[in-house]
């Protein structure tokens, strides 16, 4: 079956044109449509996650069974919300300008910006490679996490990370995090502070792959559990 869908604002912007038509198996879903979209349209894949759709004009949800001529809206977050952009984990590769100009504001003085690159080397082995695992959802609840603290520590003025997933070639960026600021100095600390806290409880795996084809996942920092509060003893 036959499905237009409409793009709005950015997704228009990146694909050039205010429709397309997608040719999809009958009984596909709304969910189908977004992963038919991201095989066909790489270049707006990262962003589909951030995406409600609507058909007939009505908001519905990813099991909404589609029909033969169903005109579908792509509908981003809307103007003045959240920018769940800024905060990604995404197998495609990471463009740092991109990020720099989301993250950067007219009261802005400085940015800092931390490129993490996949090494050839790691504790005396020659390593031909990276494979990152994560659990995405719960990753860029807890990228959100640190940014919420940075700014309670930093009067910044934005801040987004990127990480990947997925395998790395030696030399390819593996997180990016850009903090902006009105004086360097705070986006320097800042920046330093969230990359060291991602490091700590942002749930990305990294395993090395050695020259000779073998590999480990590297150690990495113990996460602590909430403790059980205490019940109250009745009086």
């Given at each position: 079956m036959k499905v237009h869908v409409r793009l709005f604002a950015g997704?228009?912007?990146?694909?050039?044109?205010?429709?397309v038509t997608l040719e999809l198996a009958d009984g596909a879903t709304v969910s189908?449509?977004?992963e038919q979209l991201g095989r066909e349209y790489p270049v707006i894949s990262p962003f589909l996650s951030t995406l409600v759709c609507?058909?007939?004009e009505e908001y519905v949800p990813g099991d909404h069974a589609l029909r033969?001529?169903?005109?579908v809206a792509l509908i981003p977050p809307v103007s003045g919300g959240a920018e769940p952009e800024l905060f990604r984990v995404t197998s495609e590769p990471l463009d740092p300008q991109r990020l720099v100009e989301a993250v950067r504001r007219d009261e802005s003085g400085?940015?800092?910006?931390?490129?993490?690159?996949?090494?050839?080397?790691?504790?005396?082995?020659r390593v031909s490679a990276l494979e990152y695992?994560?659990?995405?959802?719960?990753a860029e609840r807890k990228l959100r996490e640190v940014a919420d603290e940075v700014r309670a520590r930093w009067p910044i003025t934005g801040?987004?990370?990127w990480h990947r997933t997925g395998r790395l070639a030696i030399g390819e960026t593996s997180l990016l995090v850009a903090v902006s600021a009105a004086h360097r100095q705070q986006a320097f600390e800042a920046c330093q502070y969230a990359v060291d806290r991602i490091k700590q409880i942002v749930p990305i795996w990294k395993k090395e792959i050695w020259e000779d084809g073998a590999g480990a996942w590297a150690?990495?920092?113990?996460?602590?559990a909430p403790q059980r509060a205490e019940a109250k003893p009745e009086a």
């Open positions: 997704l228009q912007d990146l694909l050039g044109q205010r429709n189908h449509l977004r609507a058909v007939d033969d001529g169903d005109d400085a940015v800092a910006l931390f490129y993490g690159v996949a090494r050839n080397h790691s504790e005396g082995r695992d994560a659990y995405p959802a719960m801040i987004g990370v150690a990495g920092h113990p996460v602590e």
